[in-house]
């Protein structure tokens, strides 16, 4: 099992820029997250899915889009990335009912 | 405001002896509690948990103990080693919220050799 997959590893985008973070996960967990961490906040929840066909809001969701076509894969959409973007994101995945997430590497990204 | 708040941003301590990592919270309504270690350039992994109907839990080197009336949890290694240098978080979640896990800040531990 290669567990959760990210990429790129890094990204330096301009402002107003778009782009895709990806993610998969070969473990047929139900349950997806995108999280963003910034020095002293910890991880915060961007969005989440509970299932292909079914993503929902997290703390900070704004700026951002998922989409959830199929169990395996759960994108991140940055439409026109702002300075404010600038942050190292993680994708996670578990199995409905538990409560143990897990992480891929991450993605870092610089907006300029 | 921060719901899951680790207030120590780093700690350091000798090889041999006893971490503590502290985190404090302040929805009474989590009742479930982790602990994620995070080495750089890795995503975090999972260390140990504990749900709100225990106040101990115990894996090999690893206990974390929950105080609900203080909104207080706290992760003891012992011994500490070298190996356990990294940043440590705090999470907690509600039975009915989702998937959302609430972090706090993460306590860099340096073990000394």
């Known amino acids: 099992n290669a567990g959760v997959t990210q990429t790129p590893k890094f990204q330096v985008l301009k402002t107003g820029q778009s782009m895709t973070l990806q993610c998969a996960q070969d473990m047929n967990h139900e349950y997806m997250s995108w999280y963003r961490q910034d020095p002293g906040m910890g991880l915060r929840l961007i969005h989440y899915s509970v299932g292909a066909g079914i993503t929902d809001q997290g703390e900070v969701p704004n700026g951002y889009n998922v989409s959830r076509s199929t169990t395996e894969d759960f994108p991140l959409r940055l439409l026109s990335a702002a300075p404010s973007q600038t942050s190292v994101y993680f994708c996670?995945?578990?199995?409905?009912?538990?409560?143990?997430?897990?992480f891929g590497p991450g993605t870092r990204l610089t907006v300029t | 405001d921060q719901q899951v708040k680790q207030n120590s941003p780093s700690l350091s301590v000798q090889e041999g002896r006893i971490s503590i990592l502290n985190c404090d919270y302040t929805?009474?309504?989590?009742?479930?509690f982790l602990w994620y270690k995070k080495y750089p350039a890795e995503g975090p992994t999972f260390l140990i948990s504990i749900s709100s109907i225990k106040d101990k839990n115990e894996d090999g080197r690893f206990t974390v103990f929950l105080n609900k009336s203080a909104k207080h949890l706290s992760l003891h290694i012992v011994p500490s080693q070298p190996g356990d240098s990294a940043v440590y978080f705090c999470a907690a979640s509600e039975h009915n919220a989702g998937n959302m896990l609430t972090f706090g800040g993460g306590t860099r531990l340096m073990v000394k050799p």
């Open positions: 996670a995945s578990r199995k409905a009912g538990g409560n143990e997430q897990y």
């Open positions: 929805n009474s309504m989590f009742d479930y």
